[in-house]
């Protein structure tokens, strides 16, 4: 299958992660800040983290969300209300690419936990799939095509 819809690009090397500011979002005005931020991207990559531990369906307690030029960490227990009405639009957008790693779970998590949808989901496990690489790790893949050893401890 080819995805007519992709143009061509050159790939774009990732900033050094010493050089991506950090922003924690725990409050409106950060989270206002956030969505303000990705109305000007054309992409973006996101993780949440889940907890289980003593709860049959366990509830999304982390948001990570990162741009090209920032990296964003969302306390999702604090602003658990507003995170649906604050990203599902951007989520939903179909002009903005969302890059996730293995998104099943995530997808699920997000529709479940903040009624969020996405539309135009490139999902790097499943691609590393199609091209049948080695390994399917997101840390094998930031190694093999960014040159960045993950510290996963």
Known sequence: FIDRN??????????????????????????????????????????????????????????????RTEDFI??????????????KELFKDPT????????DRDIMWLQRDFRVYVCNLFDTGQASRVLQMERNSLEHLLHHFCGVTANKT
Do not use: W
């Open 6 to 67: 992709v143009p061509e690009s050159e790939p774009v090397r990732p900033a050094d992660v010493d050089d991506t500011p950090f922003t924690l979002v725990e409050d409106l005005k950060g989270l206002t800040e956030l969505v303000n931020k990705l109305k000007d991207v054309n992409e973006f990559a996101v993780d949440l983290e889940h907890n289980q531990y003593r709860s049959f369906q366990g509830l999304t307690c982390l948001m990570q969300i990162s741009t």
């Open 74 to 87: 969302i306390d999702t227990l604090k602003l658990r209300i507003y995170i649906g009405s604050y990203l």
């Open 96 to 103: 903005k690419r969302k890059v996730m790693h293995g998104a």
